[in-house]
């Protein structure tokens, strides 16, 4: 039983440094953005669980963010930054926002597409990008920021892209080749509101964007109580 989003942030963090903790080299972690990823930043940044990290050998990438100053309230860095890593040693070289400022959003995504690159060393996904990532679920099915009914779904090529999606602001976001390039990749999913948006893709309702993601390597699920419907 996982009962709201404290006891399910506790889960992952435990989850997150055993894996860490296993791993030998640098790795990168994937980031998401939202009320649930962000107890559990702040769960990671306590003393509990920021000794077990290693740090030094961790680099942090975000699988989107919205086209906004990285100071502005809806940053996923911004939430990250506060709850997380303004808090821990992680060396200044090993975060990886997305930049937002000075370009174009086209210009952004290539610019984050270069980095990635660079950090992964070659063009080859079947080596993993990203050891972890960490993914959100919204209402309506969407991961990241590849929302129904939007160009990205069939972007095959390009690690990272820009997309307005319906009634939402300009995002960038990485596309299902680079998501999908891990070892392990996690959903934390919580609230009742996402009820029906969890049971529709975990029984592969194909027009809903999580329900195409195929991760190369393992997909874990992180559910409370409220959106497993118990």
């Given amino acids: 039983m996982i009962d709201g989003v404290q006891a399910l942030a506790r889960q992952v963090a435990e989850w997150m440094v055993e894996r860490l903790g296993a791993t030998e ?7 998401s953005g939202g009320s649930t990823p962000k107890a559990l930043f702040t769960l990671l940044a306590t003393p509990e669980f920021a000794r077990r990290i290693p740090w030094e050998r961790v680099h942090w990438c975000w ?48 610019v984050y597409e270069q980095t990635l690159r660079e950090l992964h060393g070659d063009g080859d996904l079947s080596r993993p990008l990203f050891e972890i990532v960490l993914l959100g679920l919204g209402t309506n099915g969407h991961f990241a920021s590849l929302f129904p009914d939007t160009p990205s779904l069939q972007e095959r090529e390009a690690w990272v892209m820009e997309v307005t999606p319906a ?7 990485l596309t299902y080749p680079a998501l999908e390039s891990c070892r392990h990749a996690a959903f934390m999913v919580a609230g009742a509101e996402k009820r029906e948006a969890l049971a529709a893709v975990r029984a592969g309702q194909e027009d809903l964007p999580a329900a195409q993601y195929r991760p190369a390597g393992e997909l874990h699920w992180f559910v409370d109580d409220a959106a497993a419907g118990r």
């Fill in 25 to 31: 080299g640098p790795v990168a972690v994937a980031l």
């Fill in 63 to 110: 699988g989107d963010e919205r086209f906004v100053p990285p100071d502005d309230p809806s940053s996923n860095y911004r939430m990250a930054h506060e709850a997380m890593l303004s808090h821990v040693p992680v060396p200044p070289d090993h975060v990886h926002p997305i930049p937002t400022t000075g370009l174009s959003p086209a210009a952004a995504a290539a």
């Fill in 167 to 173: 009634g939402e602001k300009t995002r960038i976001t």
